[in-house]
């Protein structure tokens, strides 16, 4: 396959000139054991497979390409093992990309508090200011600008009351995609924010931030793309890596492919949501993923759980069938007859 060229002059953010569409990839071989733990849907341990095949929306043509500059051995052309061929990665875990790091914006950081997320964001010249100054500065003065203020204020106010506790009451959020980013009655809670024409959510486990979650719409107007092979090409440019490719597994907790990165302080994850029309964008604390067993003590009960009253009643020892005969009662001596009296023959 041909190397992708980088534009003359440009570092590690220049634009990547594509290969031939010809010269699509070969598809990898067997899959191979990855060891590093993630939460919820990267959890446990999977293979990984070097397309997107499996994947929903992305098939055919979609197959996911590697970028070649930083690429060595056999996956440079797109086989071999995604989880180990890679410049900089260890073998079953996710493959070191330095550019993951600086994808936490605006002085965010992993550790902080509800109010601190929220100051970081609607403070003067927090993130959201400084995104409508620049919607601002186009705006004519008089009625444009004055509503624009008035979007900028409600938006600010609405950030803090999207706050929601997975304490005992079950949410709106089950029926979502983001079931499998959270846990019950473990001291986890979430902020939402609608910006840029994606949903972003900021996961807090025992009062402190150490996810955050882009729903990034799928489609030809996309910033990722219009498929979910897509978005994996373009995050493997960004970073200059192959991401590892995770199937599904249902048995580990897992319903979507998921492809993974890292670096020393962060975990980077694409969640295959094209079913939905997004992709999920997931970057998480490495050090609090790590800990997440322990952190998460109490376990979620199975909803399909037999009570253990009814098992105990039903498993079989007690039952008891009351048309049988009484073979008991059958083999006990009559009390009204006394075997001394019985006539002699």
């Keep these: ?4 060229q980088r534009n003359a002059g440009l570092g590690f953010g ?16 067997a899959t191979e054991e990855a060891a590093s733990e993630t ?24 197959a996911i390409n590697v970028p070649g500059p930083v690429m060595g051995g056999p996956s440079a052309a797109g086989g071999g093992k995604t989880g180990g061929g890679q410049k900089g990665s260890v073998p079953g875990e ?8 600086t994808m936490l914006e605006g002085g965010m950081k992993w550790g902080m508090s509800k109010d601190e997320v929220v100051k970081a964001h609607t403070a003067v010249n927090g993130i959201l200011w400084k995104e409508y100054d620049g919607k601002l500065a186009k705006a004519s003065v008089g009625p ?57 959510f900021f996961f807090f486990i025992q009062g402190h931030l150490w996810k955050v979650y882009d729903a ?38 897992r319903q979507h492919t998921l492809v993974d990165w890292r670096d020393q302080t962060s975990h980077l994850r694409l969640v295959d949501r094209a079913g939905e029309g997004v992709a999920g964008v997931a970057l998480e604390d490495l050090a609090t993923l790590n800990n997440l067993t322990s952190l998460r003590s109490t376990k979620e009960a199975n909803p399909l759980e037999i009570d253990p009253t009814i098992a105990a009643v039903t498993k079989g020892d007690n ?3 009351p048309n049988a005969p009484n073979t008991a009662s059958q083999n006990k001596p009559d009390p009204k007859k006394d075997p001394k009296k019985a006539p002699k023959k």
């Design 1 to 4: 396959m041909k190397r992708w």
């Design 14 to 29: 220049a634009t990547l000139i594509f290969a031939l569409a010809a010269c699509t990839p070969p598809k990898p071989a």
């Design 39 to 62: 939460p919820a849907e990267g959890s446990g341990t999977s293979g990984s497979s070097g397309s997107s095949s499996g994947s929903s929306g992305s098939s055919g043509s979609n």
């Design 94 to 101: 996710a493959p070191n990309a330095p550019g993951v790091a």
């Design 144 to 200: 444009q600008m004055k509503a624009l203020e008035q979007e900028r204020d409600s938006a600010m106010r609405a950030f803090e009351r999207t706050w929601v506790e997975f304490e005992g009451n079950p949410t709106g959020y089950d029926a979502t995609g983001l079931k499998a980013e959270y846990t019950y009655k473990n001291k986890e809670a979430l902020l939402q924010l609608q910006r840029n024409g994606k949903t972003r």
């Design 216 to 253: 990034v719409p799928l489609g030809d107007a996309g910033v990722l793309g219009k498929t979910f092979a897509d978005a994996v090409n373009s995050m493997n440019g960004k970073l200059g890596v192959s991401g590892r490719i995770i199937p599904p597994d249902a048995a580990a907790g």
């Design 319 to 321: 039952r008891v069938d």
